[in-house]
C-alpha cells in the first residue's frame, strides 16, 4: 500500500519579495493530497473566499495567523488546526510585522505554487491589482469570492 510521495520544486520568492512565500509542495500518490508551508509575513488574502474543487486546512506551526472559518476572524497561534470542506468560506492573512509559519493541506493536491508566487510578487512589488485583473487571478486559481 506504500507509495513514495514525490516533492515538487520549491518555490522562491521572486527577487525583493520579501519573507512571503510558498515554500513548495508536497503531493502524494495519485495527487490525494497536497500540503504547502506559507512562511514570512503572510500576504493578507482578499477576505472571504471559498474554492469549489478542493478542501483545505490550515495548520499554524508558528506566530500568530488570522483565520476565518465563516463565522468569524480568529487568532491562529501554534497548533491551531482548521479544516473548511470544498466550498466552505475561509480567509487568512497575518494582520502583523511578525513573521508566521502555516502548513496548508489541499484535498485533492492541486497544484499551489503558481498561487501563491503570483500573490507574493503583487505584495513585494506592490502593485494594485484593478477588479478585472483580481478576478482574472481567482478564476485561475479556483479562488471565489464570498
Same mark, same amino acid.
Given at each position: 500500500m506504500g507509495g513514495s510521495a514525490g516533492? *515538487? @520544486?520549491p518555490v522562491q520568492p521572486p527577487a525583493g519579495a520579501g519573507p512571503a512565500g510558498c515554500a513548495g509542495q508536497q503531493q502524494l500518490r495519485? !495527487? =490525494?493530497? $497536497? &500540503?504547502?508551508? %506559507? !512562511? $514570512?509575513?503572510?500576504p493578507a488574502q482578499r477576505g472571504a473566499h471559498f474554492q469549489r /474543487?478542493? #478542501?483545505? #486546512?490550515?495548520?499554524? &506551526? #508558528?506566530g500568530t495567523v488570522r483565520l476565518y472559518g465563516g463565522s468569524g476572524w480568529i487568532d491562529g497561534r501554534p497548533g491551531?488546526?482548521?479544516? %473548511?470542506?470544498e466550498g466552505g468560506v475561509h480567509g487568512f492573512r497575518n494582520d #502583523?510585522?511578525?513573521?508566521? %509559519?502555516?502548513?496548508i493541506l489541499f484535498a485533492p493536491g492541486i497544484p499551489c505554487e503558481a498561487y501563491f508566487r503570483e500573490l507574493a510578487e503583487i505584495a513585494a512589488t506592490g502593485r494594485t491589482l484593478s @477588479? @478585472? @485583473?483580481? /478576478?482574472?487571478?481567482? *478564476?485561475?486559481?479556483? =479562488?471565489?469570492r464570498a
Open positions: 516533492l *515538487a @520544486e495519485h !495527487s =490525494q493530497l $497536497g &500540503v504547502a508551508e %506559507v !512562511s $514570512g509575513a503572510i /474543487t478542493f #478542501s483545505e #486546512s490550515f495548520y499554524v &506551526v #508558528s491551531y488546526f482548521l479544516h %473548511v470542506p #502583523s510585522d511578525a513573521e508566521a %509559519v502555516m502548513l @477588479e @478585472e @485583473e483580481w /478576478t482574472d487571478l481567482f *478564476a485561475r486559481h479556483d =479562488q471565489c
